[in-house]
């Protein structure tokens, strides 16, 4: 009985550990993508790239340990492989002055010394690493296409001034986003995302849409559920939460 009763501790034990560790790796994960995203807009990258540059970031530690690997220099490679793959090329000195810019904001660029091209090898050597992770799948469908097409579905069901009091397309842009900051966004079809971080957006601002036979959101998307809806939803309002636990 005592060996049953301390092997059960043991277990919870081990679970405690495992998901402590966990929910530090979420908040790494989310700093880092934070960290992609900021240094992406001083880069002039496009939502799209920057989207590219988090779900190769996220991908990658799917099945990667942040015990063996650098997750910045990861994301330093993601956001010059995305670069690539979405035809927006970044210069490798560009990314890495940007980058010592985030973390030394009073500094002067990086001398064109050996640490300098130590780390440019770093970024080129990790991103090799990270198309082999991938096996080379590097394309991605995004949700923004969709969500854009859901907005112009749901601005024709709204009278113009309910419409333009309300940032509803702001909003649901703005959430679609934040969503790169978690793993939420290589979990689900963009086709759902997209949609729920418009019904995020309709929520936060109360707007009701007029009720048929169907719900709205089943004319525009067939395959989606309601718990769908709602656990994706959950997700996204974690980050926010987690963006608390990260400042």
Not at 12 to 31: M, W
Not at 60 to 66: E, G, H, I, N, P
Not at 202 to 217: D, K
Request: glycine share 4%; with cysteine.
């Amino acid at each position: 009985m005592s060996t049953q009763a301390s092997a059960s501790g043991s277990v919870s034990e081990a679970r405690g550990r495992r998901s402590a560790q966990d929910a530090e790796d979420s908040k790494t994960h989310f700093r880092v993508c934070r960290f992609i995203i900021e240094t992406g807009v001083k880069l002039g990258m496009r939502s799209v790239p920057m989207a590219t540059a988090c779900v190769l970031y996220h991908r990658f530690f799917q099945s990667a340990s942040l015990q063996v690997y650098e997750p910045y220099l990861v994301a330093m490679s993601a956001i010059y492989l995305a670069g690539k793959v979405e035809e927006q090329h970044l210069r490798t000195r560009d990314i890495i002055n940007v980058c010592h810019r985030y973390f030394h904001p009073e500094s002067e660029p990086m001398e064109l010394d050996w640490k300098f091209w130590e780390l440019r090898d770093s970024i080129v050597q990790c991103e090799l690493l990270i198309l082999r992770q991938l096996n080379f799948q590097v394309s991605f469908e995004h949700p923004h296409k969709y969500v854009l097409h859901y907005l112009l579905s749901v601005r024709s069901l709204l009278n113009r001034h309910a419409w333009s009091r309300t940032p509803i397309a702001e909003t649901a842009l703005a959430v679609l986003k934040d969503s790169y900051h978690g793993s939420v966004c290589v979990r689900h079809k963009p086709q759902h995302l997209a949609l729920t971080s418009l019904c995020l957006a309709l929520q936060t601002y109360g707007v009701q849409l007029p009720r048929g036979e169907l719900e709205w959101w089943q004319v525009v998307c067939a395959d989606i559920t309601k718990a769908q809806i709602e656990t994706i939803m959950s997700e996204l309002l974690q980050l926010y939460d987690m963006e608390a636990k990260c400042t």
